[in-house]
T-cell receptor, first 112, second 111 residues
Framework: NAGVTQTPKFRVLKTGQSMTLLCAQDMNHEYMYWYRQDPGMGLRLIHYSVGEGTTAKGEVPDGYNVSRLKKQNFLLGLESAAPSQTSVYFC???????????FGQGTRLTVV | EDQVTQSPEALRLQEGESSSLNCSYTVSGLRGLFWYRQDPGKGPEFLFT???AGEEKEKERLKATLTKKESFLHITAPKPEDSATYLC????????????FGTGTLLAVQP
C-alpha cells in the first residue's frame, strides 16, 4: 500500500520556468490538498479538491494552478516560477468527514 | 481570523524527563484537532484526532488532551527516538475539511 506518492522529490528551476508536481493516492480518498512548508510559517494550504473534477483555492493560491482529472491524482502547476516559490511542497489526502489527512514525502523545490 | 499557535517553538529534554507541548487555537468552528509528528525530510505522520473538550487519546509515551481553547501533547519518559517536530492542526467546519496548522514544536531528547 503506497499511500500518497509525490513526484518528483527534488527539483531546481530557473526563474520563469514552468513545472508540474504530481500527487497520486491509492486509498480512494475524496479530498486532496496541496500545502507548502516554509521555515517559521508552518504548513499553508495552496489549493484543495473535494472530489474528481473539483478544485478550490486555499490560503496562498497565487502563482499556482491545479487539476483533478482523476480521483487518484492531483496536479500542482507553476506556470512561471519565482524565487518566492522555493519551498517544500506536500500533498495530502483524506476521506471525510472528520478523518485524518495522509501526507506524501514532499517535493523540495528550489527556484534560482 | 482562524489561528493555531504552538509553544514552545523548541524543547530540549533529557531522556526520561517528562513534559508537555501546547497548541492553542481560535477558530470559528472546530470539527477536530489533529496531532502529527514530522521527522526531518519527511511528510507529517498522523498521531491523534480529538473532537471534543475533555477527550484524551494515548499512544505509547504520548497522551493528547483537549479543552475548549487548547490541546496538550504530554510526553512521558521520552526516549531519543521521540525527537521530531510535533505539529498541531485544527480542522474547520463546513464542506472543505480544511486544516490549519501551527508552526510546530521541535523536540530534541538527549540520551
Amino acid at each position: 500500500n503506497a499511500g500518497v506518492t509525490q513526484t518528483p522529490k527534488f527539483r531546481v528551476l530557473k526563474t520563469g520556468q514552468s513545472m508540474t508536481l504530481l500527487c497520486a493516492q491509492d486509498m480512494n480518498h475524496e479530498y486532496m490538498y496541496w500545502y507548502r512548508q516554509d521555515p517559521g510559517m508552518g504548513l499553508r494550504l495552496i489549493h484543495y479538491s473535494v472530489g474528481e473534477g473539483t478544485t478550490a483555492k486555499g490560503e496562498v493560491p497565487d502563482g499556482y494552478n491545479v487539476s483533478r482529472l482523476k480521483k487518484q491524482n492531483f496536479l500542482l502547476g507553476l506556470e512561471s516560477a519565482a524565487p518566492s516559490q522555493t519551498s517544500v511542497y506536500f500533498c495530502a489526502s483524506s476521506y471525510p468527514p472528520n478523518t485524518e489527512a495522509f501526507f506524501g514525502q514532499g517535493t523540495r523545490l528550489t527556484v534560482v | 481570523e482562524d489561528q493555531v499557535t504552538q509553544s514552545p517553538e523548541a524543547l530540549r529534554l533529557q531522556e526520561g524527563e517528562s513534559s508537555s507541548l501546547n497548541c492553542s487555537y481560535t477558530v470559528s468552528g472546530l470539527r477536530g484537532l489533529f496531532w502529527y509528528r514530522q521527522d526531518p525530510g519527511k511528510g507529517p505522520e498522523f498521531l491523534f484526532t480529538l473532537y471534543s473538550a475533555g477527550e484524551e487519546k494515548e499512544k505509547e509515551r504520548l497522551k493528547a488532551t483537549l479543552t475548549k481553547k487548547e490541546s496538550f501533547l504530554h510526553i512521558t519518559a521520552p526516549k531519543p527516538e521521540d525527537s521530531a517536530t510535533y505539529l498541531c492542526a485544527v480542522q474547520l467546519g463546513g464542506a472543505t475539511n480544511k486544516l490549519i496548522f501551527g508552526t510546530g514544536t521541535l523536540l530534541a531528547v538527549q540520551p
